[in-house]
């Protein structure tokens, strides 16, 4: 299914629901209602702004509809997300069988995720004109587990190439760092929404072990589509884009619409994300083998986008 992604980032806005609509009410002035939107259109909410008031009606709402509330600190980092706790008729039993899986089975998981970002991440840098065969040449090297730590390694490679030996990735930073973090929470809510739909616990996760991170799994999911993130934020940069604006949010959420290349054909990224967390749920249950991951390639629009350029 896809929703819309919708984000409140004015402090003078009152969200509460009515007749099944998300109704936003300036709260100045003459306090007049500013919009509508169906809860059933909505795949999440970004509470990205200090001064909103909201009711707990429509949180519960949002949650029965498997719609993350997500709650934004500074600098746009995700800080919390209200989740609903009943998201899959078989979440028990999936909820079981994740308990249940074997260190074997997660770190061959792990592997094939860790491959599919090293992939993406060279496609990204090949479309941003930077060297890429560093990147592509660890997808081949990658073991059961990872135990060399070829994310890790691809990572320290990768954001030097892509953005310039002197960038350094800190979340508590502004500019480029900030577009990223705005990114990331955007698809970090999406990949949770995704995680729960699909019955299963998202702090249980493969291989992140943060005792205090309860998004484990969904950080580990959301890896591969990282990249697409990054090399949009890339472009916004090239375009004159310096730090997150309402022009540069819209494009970053535009992003997760995108089709990527996909066993089934061409399926936007926010679809990509729900058909991984049911392929791996189906991993758990012994229903199938793999995960179902995207094939290498850009999404096709951004590749448009470039050949545009």
């Not at 065969?133 to 190439?161: C, H, M, T």
Request: proline share 5%.
């Amino acid at each position: 299914m896809i929703g819309r992604i919708i984000e409140v980032a004015d402090d003078r806005r009152h969200l509460f629901l009515s007749r099944g609509f998300l109704v936003v009410k300036d709260t100045e002035g003459e306090r007049k209602e500013l919009g509508q939107i169906p809860l059933d259109d909505i795949a999440a909410v970004i509470a990205n702004a200090h001064g909103l008031s909201y009711t707990n009606n429509l949180l519960v709402a949002l949650a029965e509809r498997c719609a993350p509330f997500v709650l934004c600190a500074a600098n746009h980092n995700a800080v919390g997300m209200v989740l609903t706790i009943d998201g899959n008729y078989q979440q028990a039993k999936r909820f079981d069988a994740q308990l249940a899986a074997s260190q074997p089975l997660k770190k061959r998981l792990w592997a094939e995720v860790v491959k599919s970002k090293l992939q993406q991440q060279a496609d990204a840098l090949e479309a941003a004109g930077a060297p890429f065969i560093p990147l592509s040449a660890l997808v081949r090297k990658v073991r059961s587990g990872d135990p060399d730590n070829f994310e890790a390694q691809g990572a320290r490679r990768y954001w030097g190439l892509l953005f310039g030996d002197d960038f350094r990735r800190d979340q508590q930073s502004d500019g480029l760092n900030a577009m990223l973090n705005y990114g990331y929470t955007v698809l970090r809510a999406t990949t949770a929404r995704a995680v729960v739909a699909a019955g299963l616990h998202p702090t249980i996760g493969l291989h992140h072990s943060n005792e205090g991170n309860a998004m484990r799994l969904v950080d580990d999911l959301m890896e591969p589509f990282r990249p697409v993130i990054d090399l949009k934020v890339w472009q916004l940069y090239r375009h004159g884009e310096t730090q997150v604006t309402p022009e540069s949010k819209r494009e970053l959420v535009r992003t997760l619409y995108d089709d990527m290349q996909t066993g089934a054909g061409a399926t936007p990224l926010i679809v990509c994300t729900q058909k991984l967390a049911v392929s791996l749920a189906q991993v758990f249950m012994g229903e199938r083998n793999k995960l179902d991951l995207p094939l290498p390639g850009l999404p096709l629009d951004l590749a448009a986008s470039f050949q545009e350029d």
